[in-house]
């Protein structure tokens, strides 16, 4: 079936390093693609979000990449902080889907 | 805004027993509540889409007499595990989308821990 997936598991950064978190998808459908944020024990949060007619966003310390032709979404995150530790998750949407699904997951650590 | 609450935050019931898990749209207003199921060290399983004054749509391999799903509300979705077992035990985390808005966006509850003993 169709699915989000990640291509590392892991990933470990020094404390102000930059930080890429990659993900592919391959439901062609989607239309809308997000990253979340998860500390342990808690909820998703999300961080930032991309639509198909766009290629990049940037937020705060934050930049999102998409290449539908490769059907790769990507997470930068600038000046990487101890607190910036957690699970981050991509998640993709389809028009006609009424639901979001969600890729594997990366664990990023910083190292101070 | 935007804020989704759970209740309880945490629950360890014993086999056999039910658990009722809240999740409430404290700010806004949701026509659409999702309810994840997550095991350790793994991503979010989508189990049901809830819908508001309708019956909710399972996923493929989710028992739907075992995962009572209510929406009775604009702000509140219950999900009931029935004759809870120890392979239960799993965070569970509702999201709700806001009636109000056009688009995707989904506000995550903080997840209610359960264990199953």
């Known amino acids: 079936g169709e699915s989000v997936g990640l291509h590392l598991p892991t990933l470990s950064v020094q404390e102000g390093d930059n930080s890429i978190i990659n993900c592919a998808y391959s439901?062609?459908?989607?239309?809308?693609f997000i990253w979340y944020k998860q500390e342990s024990g808690k909820g998703p949060q999300f961080i930032i979000d991309?639509?198909?007619?766009?290629d990049k966003r940037q937020g705060q310390r934050v930049t999102v990449l998409l290449n539908k032709t490769v059907k790769h979404l990507s997470l930068q995150i600038a000046a990487t902080q101890p607190g910036d530790s957690a699970v981050y998750f991509c998640?993709?949407?389809?028009?006609?889907?009424?639901?979001?699904?969600f890729g594997a997951g990366t664990r990023l650590t910083v190292k101070p | 805004g935007a804020v989704v609450s759970q209740h309880p935050s945490w629950v360890i019931c014993k086999s056999g027993t039910s658990v009722k898990i809240e999740c409430r749209s404290l700010?806004?207003?949701?026509?659409?509540m999702f309810w994840y199921r997550q095991f350790p060290k793994q991503s979010l399983m989508l189990m049901a889409t809830?819908?508001?004054?309708?019956?909710?749509?399972?996923e493929q391999g989710v028992e739907k007499d075992k995962f009572l799903i209510n929406h009775a509300s604009l702000t509140l979705s219950t999900l009931t595990v029935t004759s809870a077992h120890p392979e239960d035990s799993s965070f569970y985390i509702c999201?709700?989308?806001?009636?109000?808005?056009?688009?995707?966006?989904?506000?995550f509850g903080p997840g209610t821990r359960l264990t199953v003993t």
């Open positions: 999201s709700a989308r806001d009636v109000g808005l056009a688009g995707y966006e989904q506000y």
């Open positions: 439901n062609s459908a989607s239309d809308y």
């Open positions: 991309i639509r198909s007619n766009m």
């Open positions: 998640a993709e949407n389809a028009y006609n889907n009424n639901d979001m699904r």
């Open positions: 700010d806004f207003q949701a026509t659409t």
């Open positions: 809830s819908n508001e004054g309708s019956k909710a749509t399972y």
